[in-house]
């Protein structure tokens, strides 16, 4: 089993910043694509960003593409969200996630294998 795990969260002003981290562990030889997902009272989850073990392929969801950066460091099977020019609607649970090995990449953006527990994002106007 993988287990993931977020931090960095908390209160910003909007225009502000935060990083957000999520550290996997277990099986972590499992982990393919990482990403984040969001989900704001009373609406629905939504993608955020993904990438792929090797960097090279970055999804972003329209929302956040220009404001917000994922990143990720295979060695400490970590995933990091870097938020830029935080604006209230970024307010929301966000979630770590990830997709099992030599399942297909599109599930990253769809349907994950695993979750983190989420981590609150507020962000004041």
């Known amino acids: 089993q993988v287990q993931l795990v977020e931090s960095g969260g908390g209160l910003v002003q909007a225009g502000g910043s935060l990083r957000l981290s999520c550290v996997g562990s277990?099986?972590?030889?499992?982990?393919?694509?990482m990403g984040w997902f969001r989900q704001a009272p009373e609406k629905e989850r939504e993608f955020v960003a993904a990438?792929?073990?090797?960097?090279?392929?970055?999804f972003y969801g329209d929302s956040v593409k220009g404001r917000f950066t994922i990143s990720r460091d295979n060695a400490k099977s970590t995933v990091y969200l870097q938020m830029n020019n935080l604006k209230p609607e970024d307010t929301a649970v966000y979630f770590c996630?990830?997709?099992?090995?030599?399942?297909?990449?599109?599930?990253?953006?769809?349907?994950?294998?695993?979750w983190g527990q989420g981590i609150q994002v507020t962000i004041s106007s």
């Open positions: 277990g099986r972590t030889d499992n982990i393919y694509y």
């Open positions: 996630a990830a997709v099992r090995r030599f399942r297909p990449s599109e599930l990253i953006r769809s349907n994950p294998d695993y």
């Open positions: 990438i792929s073990p090797s960097l090279l392929s970055i």
